[in-house]
């Protein structure tokens, strides 16, 4: 089963609200990875899981949040949404430094 | 900078054609090259890859080539089908970072 699901699929919200999304995985990697998709753009990466390890990337630091409670579930949160979030997040998970990795459907998150 | 850029960002071949689809990339320390094929409502699923150590990578219809010195490769699907016709996006690997970084995506549509 290489099956990478996200929940909820969408996602309506306010400006300044918070938004939590979830991604759960059960081939038992040790690695997995949020993106943010924009039409017409490349995904982007977030921040990523190395077990209990959380590393953001530098340009979102501030932007985003994450848990990982156990290796099958991590989440995104963001803390107030503005309209610039409005996008698709794809959630992904690896074997850390093997290159394959399995993506989910993506959350597509609407802010109003 | 972008690391990973795609051309041409949308496609039309018709049925039985060969769809030729480009890459190019600037970091010279990227080592591992997948594309992943996405089809509307769904993630990115790995279609075939290639080490930064071959030229060539055949699966069916898909082949991809690769040019080392010129830091260019190429996606050809021979015989295109409709059912082909999804995104399809160029990936980067630095095995230092665990990271891959992702083009823009090209548009294939193949009419029948």
């Known amino acids: 089963d290489t099956t990478v699901k996200q929940n909820p699929r969408y996602k309506l919200a306010r400006v300044g609200k918070p938004v939590n999304l979830i991604c759960s995985q059960t081939m038992n990697h040790d690695t997995m990875y949020w993106y943010q998709k924009k039409p017409n753009q490349a995904p982007k990466l977030l921040l990523f899981?190395?077990?209990?390890?959380?590393?953001r990337e530098a340009d979102t630091f501030e932007k985003f949040q994450s848990s990982r409670p156990n290796n099958s579930f991590c989440s995104l949160y963001i803390g107030s949404a503005g309209l610039e979030y409005s996008a698709m997040y794809l959630c992904a998970s690896s074997t850390f430094n093997y290159a394959e990795q399995f993506f989910g459907p993506g959350t597509r998150l609407t802010v109003l | 900078q972008q690391q990973v850029r795609q051309s041409p960002q949308s496609l039309t071949v018709w049925e039985g054609e060969t769809a030729i689809l480009n890459c190019s990339y600037e970091d010279s320390t990227f080592n591992y090259f997948p594309w992943y094929q996405q089809f509307p409502g769904e993630g990115p699923a790995l279609l075939i890859s290639?080490?930064?150590?071959?030229d060539k990578k055949e699966d069916g219809r898909f082949t991809i080539f690769f040019n080392k010195r010129e830091k260019k490769l190429s996606l050809h699907i021979t015989d295109s089908q409709p059912g082909d016709s999804a995104t399809y996006f160029c990936a980067a690997y630095n095995t230092n970072t665990g990271k891959l970084t992702f083009g823009d995506g090209t548009v294939l549509t193949v009419k029948p």
């Open positions: 290639i080490r930064s150590v071959s």
């Open positions: 899981y190395y077990d209990k390890i959380l590393n």
